[in-house]
């Protein structure tokens, strides 16, 4: 017993290096933290000397760790072992996705009046009268105790999180930080001390979350501050604005909001984008007040004072921009031909019921990839769940190709015990999960063959590496169904093709599979021996390497071939692929009206 304690108190540790540009900030810090607490451990991070709590969003944000900066992650107690390689996983995973937020390039604009600059947060023009942020504190009668206050603002910060990920953050944020306080005061003298030790440092955008958290318990304890919006068309200046005001501005008769104090990675900047709400941040404290200006942010300057010249010049600017807009939208729908007149299928890659919807809206003709990964997260999803979520997917497309569970190597699984490995890249991932975790497999093929009901629906299995694994993959999947007594003469077989072993047996695989997808983001990792998560080595996806590994697949395939590796959505890949003789491109939703004008131009 005495050993097994001992053996329970080792501390384990590793090193985790940041690698996005955006730093360690405080959407991905609240993942981190969620998967943290769910561990019977003592979980803590130490960087420059300093050691802090990894379970609480604030005291690890209190690191500041910004790109190249390593830390340690060290776990302690009962579940060490595997918090230790979740949360290692989980962190690359996070750090890769993180999208690098970039300076918008500005276009040249000749306005006659005087123009003041600024920096894009989201492109349009605008014109209309400037108005102040105003704002107007109203008491209702409270009945909540300090303690319900923090448990309501929770409650709505958890329903809201499934819009943006910035609402789980403040949800962990308000977690952390609300243990520490038992009544309003003393919420507000901590916020303010932690706040302020923020400013001047990467995450100083993130104080308006601080703010809004803070308003949002004063909020539920009856002290609202609403904000005056006028009842006609107006641009909002504001020093900035709190994140949870862009939600109500999108139901206003905004024309574009100009910002003062923010950044283009604030919080306040992305759902602004998101909204897609003309905004620039400029020195609001110059521009005349209730006088109609003009905000161009494609060139990146209010026009002060503007005549009746630029007046003009902006609303046909605006005209033309809707027009653009409008006109790449229905374009969208139509089939993708080159110019010799070759059709080529565009798919989407899907990661969830959100973004399967949000694919037929960006014009998709099929789903090339749905990562099911995404029913997988934080708890084992039922039959029923997986059921209910594959039924939904397949019904918006006609031409669907799921991926069976592909975890293992950066995708991590809190629920999935895989034993730690020194290389998970190369251990248990993909379909080489049926030899430790049939039991999975096996229930989401179940769910995958219900949802089907007869409609023809292609089952990918990933990291297939030799013929008999995927041989005895598919009979597996033909046990199941018969196990269950289910038709499956509607479900067609095929692989990932992202393990170069592949490369070399593709005549054995043409007599076993219904099709290929070539997965490039796998396969180049494993072709040059980098891994795809790593901090330092880069290769550049455009390599000759990557080119002759899918010609070689297509000459000698018998089956239909597609790619859904990122390759497939690069401007400069795209003609090349079209002309190694590839006919179906699947990319990600928001990838695809550009993917099908640059196919027009080839
Ligand atoms: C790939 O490896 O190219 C691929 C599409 O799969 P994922 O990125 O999900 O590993
Ligand atoms: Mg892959």
Not at 99 to 114: F, G
Not at 310 to 327: G, N, R, S, V, Y
């Amino acid at each position: 017993m005495q050993l097994l304690k001992n053996l329970f108190s080792k501390p384990l540790s590793t090193q985790l290096t940041v690698t996005s540009s955006n730093g360690f900030h405080l959407r991905p810090v609240a993942r981190f933290t969620a998967l943290a607490k769910s561990y019977k451990c003592d979980v803590t991070a130490t960087f420059n000397g300093k050691t802090v709590d990894a379970k609480k969003v604030n005291t690890l944000l209190s690191l500041s760790l910004e790109k190249q900066d390593t830390f340690t992650l060290t776990t302690q107690g009962k579940e060490a072992q595997q918090a230790l390689t979740s949360l290692q996983t989980l962190f690359k995973t996070l750090m890769q996705d993180d999208i690098e937020v970039t300076t918008i390039q500005k276009k040249s604009a000749h306005y006659t009046s005087k123009t003041l600059e600024g920096d894009i947060i989201a492109k349009g023009v605008a014109v209309a009268p400037a108005t102040g942020y105003k704002t107007e504190t109203i008491q209702h009668e409270n009945s909540l105790t300090f303690k319900e206050a923090i448990e309501n603002t929770l409650q709505n910060l958890e329903k809201k999180s499934k819009q943006s990920d910035i609402y789980l953050a403040q949800k962990e944020l308000l977690l952390a930080l609300s243990e520490k306080c038992d009544s309003l005061e003393s919420l507000e003298t901590l916020m303010n001390e932690e706040s302020n030790a923020l400013k001047e440092t990467k995450l100083s955008s993130k104080i308006t979350d601080y703010q809004d958290i803070l308003q949002q318990v004063k909020t539920a304890l009856g002290l609202e501050v609403k904000v005056l919006f006028p009842e006609h068309a107006f641009i909002l200046l504001a020093n900035d604005l709190l994140p949870s005001e862009i939600t109500l501005l999108v139901s206003t008769q905004v024309e574009a909001v100009v910002l003062k104090e923010t950044s283009i990675h604030s919080h306040t900047a992305i759902l602004l984008r998101a909204s897609g709400i003309t905004s620039l941040i400029a020195d609001t404290s110059k521009i005349p007040l209730e006088k109609e200006i003009i905000v161009d942010s494609i060139a990146g300057v209010v026009v002060l004072t503007p005549n009746s010249e630029d007046i003009q010049k902006a609303k046909t600017l605006q005209k033309q921009t809707k027009e653009q807009k409008a006109h790449s939208a229905t374009k969208r729908f139509e089939p993708a031909t080159t110019s010799k007149g070759k059709q080529i299928k565009v798919f989407a890659n899907v990661g969830d019921i959100e973004s399967a919807k949000a694919a037929k809206e960006e014009g998709a003709e099929g789903i090339g990839l749905l990562r099911s990964e995404f029913l997988f997260k934080s708890t084992r999803p039922t039959l029923e769940t997986q059921t209910k979520a594959y039924a939904e997917i397949f019904d918006a497309f006609d031409d669907i190709t799921v991926r069976t569970l592909d975890v293992g190597g950066d995708k991590a699984l809190p629920y999935l015990h895989i034993p730690l490995e020194d290389n998970p890249f190369l251990g248990i991932r993909g379909v080489r999960l049926f030899r430790t975790h049939p039991e999975i497999l096996e229930e989401q093929l179940h769910a995958i063959f219900v949802a089907s009901q007869g409609k023809k629906i292609k089952v990918m299995f990933p990291m297939v590496s030799t013929v008999e694994e995927f041989n005895k993959a598919k009979s597996f999947a033909q046990d199941v169904a018969k196990k269950h007594t289910i038709d499956v003469s509607n479900i067609a077989f095929g692989i990932m093709i992202e393990v170069p072993s592949v490369l070399f047996q593709i005549e054995l695989f043409n007599d076993a599979v219904d099709f290929y997808s070539i997965g490039t983001n796998d396969l180049t990792q494993y072709l040059f021996a980098v891994e795809r998560t790593h901090p330092l080595l880069k290769v550049d996806e455009l390599s000759p390497v990557v080119f002759l590994a899918l010609e070689s697949v297509v000459k000698q395939a018998t089956k239909p071939v597609s790619i859904c590796g990122e390759l497939a959505a690069n401007s400069d890949a795209i003609e090349k692929l079209i002309h190694l003789g590839l006919t179906t491109l699947s990319v990600s939703p928001k990838s695809i009206a550009q993917t099908k004008e640059r196919i027009r131009h080839v």
